[in-house]
């Protein structure tokens, strides 16, 4: 078994800021990438910001939504990853999802794994 759990996630004013976190636990050999995703009411499924693995080089993408304002970090020793989030906005309301791909078992393939979200509400 695999469990992602988020926390952070909470109310805030516009132009304030919020701290997300993701741990991964359960049967984990390899994590190739970790990042963030969220869904607003009436919406899809959206890229927030992600994150290879350091021996994959670190790369990181970004939404052109929230470049400049958040900031996505990993701990691949703790197998977490998280997600600081500046200068909030109204239109960032939404539920915000950790994903990671990862193999359980060394030989294993890569699989997809969503933990349940965590809210994010900012006000006016």
């Known amino acids: 078994q695999v469990h992602l759990v988020e926390s952070g996630g909470g109310l805030v004013q516009a132009g304030g800021s919020l701290s997300l976190s993701c741990a991964a636990s359960g049967s984990i050999f390899s994590i190739r990438t970790m990042g963030w995703y969220r869904q607003a009411p009436g919406k899809q499924r959206e890229l927030v910001a992600s994150?290879?693995?350091?021996?994959?080089?670190?790369?990181?993408n970004y939404s052109d939504s929230v470049k400049g304002r958040f900031t996505i970090s990993r701990d691949n020793a703790k197998n977490t990853v998280s997600l600081q989030m500046n200068s909030l906005k109204p239109e960032d309301t939404a539920v915000y999802y950790c994903?990671?791909?990862?193999?359980?078992?060394?030989?294993?393939?890569?699989?997809?794994?969503w933990g349940q979200g965590t809210p994010v509400t900012v006000s006016s």
């Open positions: 994903k990671a791909v990862l193999a359980k078992y060394s030989g294993s393939y890569y699989a997809i794994y």
């Open positions: 994150m290879s693995s350091m021996s994959s080089g670190g790369n990181t």
